[in-house]
């Protein structure tokens, strides 16, 4: 009898489907995926995507993300719920508000947002690319960056920019624990820390290496041999381990809970393997975008590919 995964594998070729992975995703969901990456490597994929239906396995941002890039494709998520702390953080009418409290002023802001605030946007950034992004404009140029206050404090840092900051946040990262971080390297003091700029600055001052998913992930492959301490959402921990099999990873904890526990993303793990089969199966539920706010959106994202492929990212 055929299984859930073989039964997955049949509806992708029977549809002319590609899967989608988030690296925050399920184990078993990046597993079954076609290509698993961060926002810019699924972005990138999705724009060039020859499949007739793109199943986003992630939150519905990047399904809406996907969506606007492929606009003549069905774009699917197993579950519409998904969502994220971070976009709700940045409602469209408040920044729509907040920039014209500062005119003058090109608007960055991070693919973690909606598609009506991507609408309101001059260029699309994710963690891998945003540094650079932001460097590519002149060093007097006055940006609004939105809407992860965390990461716009250590793009400024970096980059010596001084961009009026959105004060949003990830719900996720924001659960980090400083002190209980400092811990965890006392007991561990060979390993190497490895934290997403989304972390909060106390946070942040003690990792070793700052970056997206993908450029902790690339870090751990290159340097198999140390132990690390990794500080971003759990999900990303199944890739390293499969990457580097004989590697220590050592999740850092949410606050409050003993070492050894997982930060994990709820709306992440909203998407099963049941979900992912009966979504393709019926071919529900799909992601739709307001064509109006579709043809604003898709601006800024094609913008941030354009730049991105420029500087080889």
């Not at 509806?11 to 992975?21: D, I, Q, T, W």
């Not at 972005?43 to 020859?50: F, S």
């Not at 003091?189 to 902790?216: F, K, M, N, R, Y």
């Not at 290159?222 to 690390?228: D, G, K």
Request: aromatic share 6%; net charge neutral.
């Amino acid at each position: 009898m055929e299984n859930l995964t073989q039964a997955i594998a049949r509806l992708k070729r029977e549809k002319n489907a590609v899967v989608l992975g988030h690296y925050y995703q399920r184990g078993e969901i990046q597993d079954m995926a076609d290509f698993v990456g961060d926002s810019l490597a699924l972005a990138q994929w999705a724009a060039k995507t020859e499949a007739k239906i793109i199943v986003m396995c992630g939150v519905h941002f990047m399904g809406e993300t996907a969506k606007i890039l492929c606009p003549d494709k069905k774009v699917l998520v197993p579950d519409l719920k998904a969502g994220c702390s971070l976009a709700d953080s940045c409602p469209a009418d408040r920044f729509e508000q907040f920039i014209r409290e500062h005119p003058g002023h090109t608007v960055i802001s991070y693919v973690n947002t909606t598609a009506a605030v991507k609408a309101l946007t001059d260029v699309v950034v994710t963690s891998t690319n945003a540094r650079q992004i932001v460097e590519s404009f002149p060093k007097d140029e006055k940006i609004i960056f939105g809407p992860d206050r965390n990461l716009g404090r250590y793009i400024n840092a970096v980059t010596g920019r001084h961009m009026l900051v959105w004060d949003g946040a990830c719900h996720v990262h924001e659960r980090f624990s400083a002190e209980q971080l400092a811990q965890l390297k006392r007991l561990h003091p060979d390993a190497v820390t490895l934290a997403h700029p989304e972390c909060p600055e106390a946070v942040l001052a003690q990792a070793d290496v700052i970056g997206s998913t993908a450029a902790l992930l690339k870090q751990a492959v290159a340097h198999p041999e140390r132990t690390y301490i990794v500080v971003t959402e759990a999900g990303i921990l199944h890739e390293m381990r499969k990457r580097c099999p004989t590697t220590t990873f050592i999740p850092a904890p949410p606050v409050g809970a003993a070492c050894g526990a997982c930060n994990e993303c709820q709306d992440m793990r909203l998407n099963t393997l049941e979900k992912l089969y009966d979504c393709l199966r019926t071919e529900s539920p799909e992601v739709q975008v307001d064509p109006a706010i579709a043809e604003r959106a898709v601006r800024p994202i094609r913008r941030m590919l354009e730049i991105s492929a420029r500087l080889g990212l």
